[in-house]
């Protein structure tokens, strides 16, 4: 089983601001296996980006994925109000599917 | 546009048979090949993937796996969820999703939770 380790624990920025989140798999994953979601309190998660860097429907520019093999990045260019909440990395390999423990991002 | 509903007991006692259903409504799941997920989230942690539902077969988290049934009944546009000798590490909001192309969870339902305890 992959192991996804997303890091820093929890993000405290402004709204303006740059943020930078990591995803580190125990093993190679490829790029097409690897998305990301944002959970906001009391929703469901909702998919951000697929295959490492492809935005899902509805998903603004400012919001970029890249990476390969075991470390991936979630980049938010300008954080906006609607932006804060939990943010999940997941992969899928060999017929299972994980998730990271999740990086809270928080307004400062 | 498709939208998933998840129900069920909102409380289950140990050692019973959790059972959900996820309707499917803005569209009939027959109508063309989807593939289904369920997800649950314990309280304060993150997301734990149960199982998956492909017209070639289904794939169970391993350590669920014994308990852990996910099957489509396309009469009622449903898809079920069944977990067996629950206990209380059982307890969590159980989402439905649907598989896209790549192995991603792209659509959600809004999540049910389920406690368990006597």
């Known amino acids: 089983e992959i192991v996804l380790t997303q890091s820093p624990g929890t993000l405290s920025l402004s709204p303006g601001e740059r943020a930078t989140l990591s995803c580190r798999a125990s093993?190679?994953?490829?790029?097409?296996?690897l998305a990301w979601y944002l959970q906001k309190p009391g929703q469901a998660p909702r998919l951000l980006i697929s295959?490492?860097?492809s935005r899902a429907s509805g998903i603004p520019d400012r919001f970029s994925g890249s990476g390969s093999g075991t470390d991936f990045t979630l980049t938010i260019s300008r954080l906006e109000p609607e932006d804060f909440g939990v943010y999940y990395c997941?992969?899928?390999?060999?017929?299972?599917?994980?998730f990271g423990q999740g990086t809270k991002v928080e307004i400062k | 546009q498709l939208q998933l509903q998840e129900s069920g007991p909102g409380l289950v006692k140990p050692s019973e048979t959790l059972s959900l259903t996820c309707t499917v409504s803005?569209?009939?799941?027959?109508?063309?090949?989807?593939?289904w997920g369920w997800v649950r989230q314990p309280p304060g942690r993150s997301l734990e993937w149960i199982g998956s539902?492909?017209?070639?077969?289904?794939y169970y988290n391993p350590s669920l796996k014994s308990r852990v049934t996910i099957s489509v009944d396309t009469s009622k546009n449903q898809v079920s969820l069944a977990l067996s000798s629950v206990t209380a590490a059982d307890t969590a909001v159980y989402y439905c999703?649907?598989?896209?192309?790549?192995?991603?969870?792209?659509?959600w339902g809004r999540g049910t939770l389920v406690t368990v305890s006597s």
């Open positions: 999703t649907t598989i896209g192309v790549w192995w991603y969870f792209d659509l």
């Open positions: 997941q992969q899928y390999g060999s017929s299972l599917w994980t």
């Open positions: 093993q190679s994953v490829p790029v097409s296996y």
């Open positions: 295959g490492s860097s």
């Open positions: 803005g569209g009939s799941i027959s109508s063309r090949s989807y593939s």
């Open positions: 539902l492909f017209n070639s077969g289904a």
